[in-house]
C-alpha cells in the first residue's frame, strides 16, 4: 500500500452517511438526522480517501460563507488504521479548507485530548476544554476534548460564558 494507492475524493450524500455510521459505531454520538442538517449546510464540505474504490477515511470540512470554517467528523476505517493515512488526509483537508475560506478567516475544531498535540502542530491553539455528556436520568461522562482554533484568535471570556453548545459537526 503506497500513499499514490489513495484517491482523495469529495463525498457524496452516501459516503457522508457511511461517515456517521462509522462515527456512530465509535461510540460517538450523531443524531439520528444530523447528516441530512450537515449536508445542507455545505455539500461541498465532504472528503474522503478512496482505495480500491472503496471509502476507507473521511471528514468534514465545513465553510460558512467562507468566513469561518469548521473542521470535524474526521475518521480512518478501523483496518486502515496506524498507517499514516489519517495524517496525511488531515492536512489535505485543513489544506482544502482554507482554500474555500477568505484569508485568515478563522478554523474551529473540536480535538479530542490523545489529539491535541497533533492539532497544535497543524496550527490550532486550544480555547477552551469541554467534557461530553450524555443525560438519560442523570448526567453521564462519555469524553472530553478542546474547542481548538486555527487563525485569527477568538478565545471567548470564559468568566461571561454560561455555557456552549455547537452545531459545527465538531
Request: some cysteine; proline content about 3%; charged content about 30%.
Amino acid at each position: 500500500m503506497k500513499a499514490e494507492d489513495f484517491k482523495l475524493k469529495k463525498l457524496d450524500k452516501e459516503g457522508l452517511n457511511t461517515l456517521v455510521d462509522w462515527a456512530a459505531t465509535e461510540g460517538w454520538n450523531p443524531g439520528k438526522y444530523d447528516f441530512e442538517v450537515f449536508w445542507e449546510t455545505d455539500p461541498d464540505g465532504y472528503y474522503g480517501f478512496f482505495y480500491e474504490d472503496k471509502l476507507i477515511a473521511g471528514g468534514a470540512i465545513i465553510s460558512y460563507n467562507q468566513e469561518y470554517g469548521i473542521m470535524g467528523l474526521f475518521i480512518v476505517r478501523p483496518d486502515f488504521r496506524e498507517k499514516g493515512i489519517g495524517k496525511k488526509l488531515w492536512y489535505l483537508r485543513r489544506d482544502l479548507l482554507i482554500k474555500r475560506l477568505h484569508d485568515g478567516s478563522l478554523i474551529g475544531m473540536d480535538g479530542v485530548v490523545a489529539m491535541q498535540p497533533f492539532y497544535e502542530k497543524g496550527g490550532f491553539e486550544i480555547a477552551f476544554r469541554d467534557e461530553r455528556l450524555v443525560e438519560k436520568y442523570k448526567a453521564q461522562y462519555v469524553f472530553e476534548c478542546a474547542r481548538m482554533y486555527c487563525g485569527k484568535s477568538q478565545k471567548p471570556d470564559m468568566q461571561a460564558v454560561y455555557g456552549i453548545s455547537t452545531f459545527e459537526l465538531g
